[in-house]
Structure formats: C-alpha cells, structure tokens
T-cell receptor
C-alpha cells in the first residue's frame, strides 16, 4: 500500500501566486485532514473532511480552500500565497470510528516557501 | 479549550539511560491521548495511544506511556535509549473529530 501520498514535496512560490497541494490515500479512509507544521507551534489543523462532499474548517483555515470530491483525494488550495504561509504541510487520514481514538496516517509532507 | 502541553522543547539523554518525554493534558471528559514520532524529513508516525483501562500503555519500538489522571499527565518513557530514538516527539489528544497536538519535544540520544 502507498498509504498517504503528497505532491509536490517542495515548492517555491511568489507572493500572490496560487497553487494546489495534492493528497491521495489508498486505504479507503473516511477522514482526511491538512495540518501545517511551524517551529515551536507544533501541528495546527487547517481543514478536514469526514467523507466525500463534506469539509470543515480547523484552527487556521484562512487563505486555504479544500474540496473532497472522492474518498481518495483531498487537495489543499492556496488562493493567493503569502509569506506567512511558508511552512511544511502534512496530509493525514484515518478511519472514522465512534470512539474518536482513531490513528492518523500521515503523508511525508510538502515544504512550501513563499517569497 | 482542550489542549496538550509539552513543557520541554529539548531533551538530551545518554545512550542506554532511561528517557522520559513529558506531556500534560487539558481535555474534558475521558481523554484519548496519543504519542507520535517524527524522524527528519518524514511524516509523523504513530507510537501508542491511551483510550481507557490500564494506565501503562505499551507501544512501538519499546516505548511506553503512563496515564496519570490526578496529575493530568501522559509521559512517554523508554527504559534504555538508543541513538536511533533521536527524533521529534509529539503528544496529541482528541477533541470531537480532530486531533490537536503539542508543540513537540526534540529528543537527542548521545552516544
């Protein structure tokens, strides 16, 4: 199994440019999410989805859009990149259980630099 | 607000010595708590979780964690550290649908 696949691994953008970070999982997980990782701040949730056609905002959603047209894919769009969005982005997925104690499977990350 | 805190940014330990990485939580109701590890240039990997039951949870790579309700802590431990344990460790807890993370502790095991 490939698990969670993120592309690209590295990207440099200029301020104001737009781009999409891709995330795909092959485990038939209902739940998918995007986090950003910044030094000293841990991981912060950007957006998440509990199934195809359903998305919701996390802790830091501003400047990002998501959609979930299929179970497998959960792209993250930056509409107009800003230097504050320089970060490492992680996609993660899991099964949806009733207990809430589901283990996340993470992708390898996408390092984004906005100049 | 629900949260977890990792009071130490950096922990250094000599190879072969026991290690502890600290985590405290503020979660309403019954907490679900996790430890994840991140090796350089990799995504996070699951180590162990506490749901209910035995306060001592055993996980991958010889790690274990002790849930202490009175101290609201969930410290990660290993009896004998290896150089290969050097990594960034994150404590996490659940709230509704989502997992929230601590700020991470960088563990360095010195040969």
């Amino acid at each position: 199994n490939a698990g969670v696949t993120q592309t690209p691994k590295f990207q440099v953008l200029k301020t104001g440019q737009s781009m999409t970070l891709q995330c795909a999982q092959d485990m038939n997980h209902e739940y998918m999410s995007w986090y950003r990782q910044d030094p000293g701040m841990g991981l912060r949730l950007i957006h998440y989805s509990v199934g195809a056609g359903i998305t919701d905002q996390g802790e830091v959603p501003n400047g990002y859009n998501v959609s979930r047209s299929t179970t497998e894919d959960f792209p993250l769009r930056l509409l107009s990149a800003a230097p504050s969005q320089t970060s490492v982005y992680f996609c993660a997925s899991s099964y949806m259980g009733s207990s809430g104690a589901n283990v996340l499977t993470f992708g390898a990350g996408s390092r984004l630099t906005v100049l | 607000a629900q949260s977890v805190a990792q009071p130490e940014d950096q922990v250094n330990v000599a190879e072969g010595n026991p290690l502890t990485v600290k985590c405290t939580y503020s979660v309403s109701g019954n907490p679900y708590l996790f430890w994840y590890v991140q090796y350089p240039n990799r995504g996070l990997q699951f180590l162990l979780k506490y749901i209910t039951g035995d306060n001592l949870v055993k996980g991958s790579y010889g790690f274990e964690a002790e849930f202490n309700k009175s101290q609201t802590s969930f410290h990660l431990k290993k009896p004998s550290a290896l150089v290969s344990d050097s990594a960034l460790y994150f404590c996490a807890g659940t709230g509704a649908n989502n997992l929230f993370f601590g700020t991470g502790t960088r563990l360095t095991v010195i040969p």
